[in-house]
């Protein structure tokens, strides 16, 4: 398998033995949009721009995430509004903590009683290189030979804990999470995977591994828990794929999960108080 995502001048270019997101039923098809209105400049640091900001990252792992590529924006540094949101953020391989450059969206949030997802356009400028090849047939091949299933849960656990060897789970939760988001997300919401309550590797002879993942979505505009049952594919060469999604509105873990994340976040907005107060 050779699996090598760069970048290179205003277009995402990818060598890899292809996988095919966009023929996943829950990835939304692409359609020009015409502009039609003078641009309104939008606060970077505001809810709109990071919205967008956020539906673009969701974008992203659709197309590009793995165990071991996982993307995310760390700050958007140019954003207006027209018809559709237009921005340019900084977008960064979390795996790695690793800075991927600059990149470009337009974001159009159909109406909410349209149940549309948001249609994306994105570039990214700069040249370089994540190669996750190794890492990721060398887990392929662990979990194709292992004699049992794989499974793990609390992910992370009740101080934020997560053991290095499910990490890859926790990506691939988070890649697979972006298919859900990315869909759900429209003008009223911020979403992002909050908690792993559990996942199992599925019985398959397929060449596509399987899991079942319980995922736990924030929605931090509301501070709603979401519950999502996935069940999803990967392998190196075909990529991840999310084959069915259920949402759960019975969610009994919600509850629990509502306080630590508020918590949290408390704790992060008191640690930055105190470091600003330095």
């Not at 673009?56 to 018809?83: D, M």
């Not at 697979?176 to 002879?205: C, G, P, V």
Request: aromatic share 8%; net charge negative.
């Amino acid at each position: 398998a050779h699996t090598v995502l760069y970048i290179t001048g205003l277009q995402f270019v990818l060598k890899l033995t292809p996988h095919t997101p966009a023929a996943s039923p829950s990835v939304p098809g692409q359609e020009d949009i015409q502009a039609a209105m003078p641009v309104e400049e939008l606060d970077p640091s505001h809810y709109p721009a990071t919205r967008a900001a956020k539906v673009a990252e969701h974008f992203i792992n659709t197309r590009y995430g793995s165990p071991f590529a996982w993307f995310g924006s760390s700050g958007v540094k140019k954003a207006g509004l027209e018809v559709r949101a237009k921005l340019h953020f900084t977008l960064k391989e979390m795996t790695r903590n690793q800075d991927m450059g600059l990149c470009s969206a337009e974001v159009l949030f159909h109406r909410a009683d349209e149940r549309k997802p948001p249609q994306v356009q994105c570039t990214c400028s700069g040249a370089f290189q994540v190669n996750t090849s190794a890492e990721e047939e060398d887990l392929y091949q662990r979990l194709r030979n292992a004699t049992s299933l794989l499974s793990g849960s609390d992910i992370p656990n009740s101080v934020g804990h997560i053991d290095p060897e499910m990490a890859p789970f926790w990506h691939l939760g988070g890649v697979a999470s972006s298919f859900i988001m990315l869909r759900e997300s429209n003008e009223s919401t911020l979403l992002n995977m909050a908690h792993i309550d559990n996942f199992t590797q599925m019985e398959t002879k397929d060449a596509q591994l399987m899991f079942q993942y319980d995922i736990l979505l924030h929605d931090m505009v509301s501070q709603e828990i979401l519950k999502w049952k996935l069940l999803l594919s990967w392998s190196p060469d075909g990529g991840v794929k999310v084959l069915e999604a259920e949402w759960d509105p019975k969610c009994r873990s919600c509850e629990r999960a509502h306080l630590t994340v508020t918590t949290g976040i408390a704790a992060e907005q008191e640690m930055k108080g105190d470091n600003n107060n330095v």
